[in-house]
């Protein structure tokens, strides 16, 4: 499942954490090392009688690693949701994709990695962590690829302001919008400035995970020989995410090292797309320098600095938005 020679260990594979789309649960046998596979529902039926230990196991997953837990929006029973926003004056909601992120990159690639910063994000500033929403729009070079699911962006920008409004009027004021899709940055944005304006008091705040790791952030940590620091659609930086929080999922061995996206303006952001990508084989750069210890290290850093960005938010009531 997956590739020590490039780094991820049997280790990281052992750290992954149990996610609700699984079908079965492993108990370790308690006479030995075998494990014993079950399936959910008869772990269910034995948790009647062992409380304790499908407890661990199932919720493990929830857990961030300062072992501190989510308040998760679909967990709500009933009318808990009705004065939901009383006890909690910051709404979380990631957005993810599926698409194609090279052979070696699960579908859910962005889904996951956002997934996993918002767990920690949500637990650290008190926030309500919605769902992931992860049937998204996305661009044209990888919508060919096998697995692409794209939403026409128009029909995004309504859905995500159908999102956000529905959020307000359960009476949030403060939403965070935490985005792992770079096909997500534009109905985003349209979507909230539809929505701000309709709840007077309302803030919304939007960041995208990957631009806390610039280059230069990127080349001072000196983990990727890439020029651009090991940025990239698939690229090493990206892979070494998804193995933060799911190594099991990463096929190393399937995916050989690309040149790196070229510099076409010298480091200054732009916004390029094409029908189609000729010869591109849907990911970039040196991926066998990924590992799961690297994206631990560089999802921290974007998660410390979107805690601190949500954090000097909500201290400045007063700023004016962005502009
Ligand atoms: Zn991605």
Known sequence: MYHEGGHITKADARRRTWTNCE???NLRAISGENMTQISRRSALVTGLAL??????????????DDGGKPKRFEELVGFEAADVAAKYSLAILPLGSLEFHGPHNPLGSDSIIISGIAERVAVRTKGLLMPPITFTQCPAHTAHFPGTISVRPEVMTMYFADVLRNILHLGFRRVFIL???DGNIGPGRGAIAEVADEAKDAALLFASWWEFLSTETMKSLGMFQ???GGHG???PLETSAVAAFRPDLILLDKAKDLPEPPDLSGGSPYFLQKSSAKDW???SGHVSEASAEKGRKLVKIS???MVKLVESWLSHSEAPGSW
Do not use: C, K, T
Request: aromatic share 10%; glycine share 18%.
């Open 303 to 305: 998660e410390d600095s």
């Open 179 to 181: 985005n792992g899709h």
């Open 51 to 64: 409380p304790g230990i499908v407890d661990a196991v199932y919720h493990g997953h929830q857990s961030a």
């Open 281 to 283: 084989l849907g990911y």
């Open 226 to 228: 890439q020029a651009n």
């Open 233 to 235: 659609h698939g690229g």
């Open 23 to 25: 079908a079965y649960v």
